[in-house]
């Protein structure tokens, strides 16, 4: 079986990764997603561990997701799987100066939208791993989970500095964006 580590979100770039013939976990994902979450996240990386141990290269598309939804007994429909098969999930981090190839467990982007609606503002983990980033980059936001105000307001600010869309909206393109290196902060 792989090593086991964990390190910071900003560091690994996701939820999860496998690389190395070790499994990373990021250190805000397990101290906020559910135990349904971190299981999920925990077999897509052994998913990946068994392709490796299984084939002589990485197999096309997200095994490890495959793998993750067939041992939890998950449908996975004719067209979820194309789209799985054709994923590319691999991505480079550094560590400890090291560039390491790794494949991540989730996508950068949680698949929802962080929009600010006033009396509708509730925690949300990923919202709170998207202000760790945006904080650890030298922006002046709370790290708290909630995407209020001042989330939306920073949101515009990162958007007008990266020559995004100025919504204040964390779609897909912005939360990306937040995680490339370097971030320009607005000024």
Do not use: C
């Not at 077999?43 to 997200?62: A, F, K, R, T």
């Not at 980059?137 to 989330?151: L, P």
């Amino acid at each position: 079986m792989p090593k086991v580590e964990t390190l910071p979100a900003s560091e690994l770039k996701a939820n999860g990764a496998f690389g190395e013939d070790t499994i990373y976990l990021s250190e805000e994902f397990l101290s906020n997603a559910s135990s349904e979450k971190v299981s999920g996240a925990l077999l897509e990386e052994i998913g990946h561990y068994v392709d490796q141990e299984l084939n002589s290269g990485d197999s096309p598309g997200d095994e490890g997701e495959i793998f993750q939804q067939l041992v939890q007994d998950e449908a996975i429909s004719e067209g979820e799987l194309v789209e799985l098969k054709a994923e590319d999930d691999s991505e480079t981090i550094a560590l400890d100066g090291e560039k390491i190839d790794v494949e991540l467990a989730t996508p950068l982007f949680p698949g929802e939208l962080f929009i600010y609606e006033p009396g509708n503002v509730t925690y949300d983990p990923d919202v709170e791993l998207w202000q760790q980033r945006m904080y650890e980059q030298g922006w002046d936001i709370a790290v708290d989970g909630y995407y209020g105000s001042e989330s939306e307001s920073i949101t515009r600010q990162f958007q007008q500095a990266n020559d995004l869309a100025v919504d204040g909206i964390v779609g897909p393109q912005t939360w990306e964006a937040s995680f490339d290196d370097p971030i320009p902060r607005y000024v």
